[in-house]
């Protein structure tokens, strides 16, 4: 198995990332992030929360502006009259053209590419319209995010438990993790600019690590006030476990790396807080971690 990335998936990412960044915006999911409440997928891109960008005229399912861009009608539901709506024939052909053998970066590209091309061809160019393309395509590409695991049935409570208890029980279940001796995302980069083997399963091992922990703290009898804490870092372990055996699969390709580092960056954060979540609720019931 190769896990370099080639010379030419660079230019590749190196071009389309050149111009998705102009209208992609916002890299952290509410999941992820303390400070939001809705725990909703984020809108990957301001572009994507424009009424313009929303706008469908003759209700066949297809956006006005995706309509500029094909050269069908925006104001009729059937351009051609075969009494066939636009949005099922658009439909069906976006079904025909599907190929799953195409890598994260090949498919961002084709969407991105095709459209410029056959809008050139129709003559239906248009910048602003062009634009919602490139934002609807690396929204599809990076809206995936991972979701919890785990809900608060599936933590034992106890109302005899107390804090200094739970806090020696919560201590023994998470020491494992000093068996991780480098900094992940250091091995998943040399993994996969080196496509060293050992590293990817070096990154598999690391998973099995924060698995096991996150089933070891399910184990535990925790407080009844201490409950949506102690779930948060649960989830978290559990998905960082996710994220971690999915970064071991050696996927070199260029948007599927720069998705997996993203959530990376976002497990390693959901982590953080909800440790530190946990440790206020010890500080607050005098039993330090």
Known sequence: MSNKIKASDKIVVAVVFSVVVLSYAGWKSPFFNPELNNYSVVEISAV???????LDTDNDGVRDWQEILLGTDPNNPDTNGDGISDGEEIEALAIEEVDESLSATQTLTKQILSSYVHTKQQNTYDEDAFGFVIAQAANEQFAIRYIPTYTRNDILTSKSSSSNTYANEFNSAIKPVLEVAEYELATYGRAIEEGIEE???KLLEASVVYRDIADTLLEIEVPEDAVIEHLD???SFATFSRILSSM?????DPVSTLVMTRDFFEGEDAIKVAYSQVNIYFILNNSNL
């Open 48 to 54: 994507l929360e424009e009424n313009e960008y929303t």
């Open 233 to 235: 870092l649960v989830n």
């Open 248 to 252: 071991s699969n050696g996927d070199s």
């Open 199 to 201: 590293d990817f399963e």
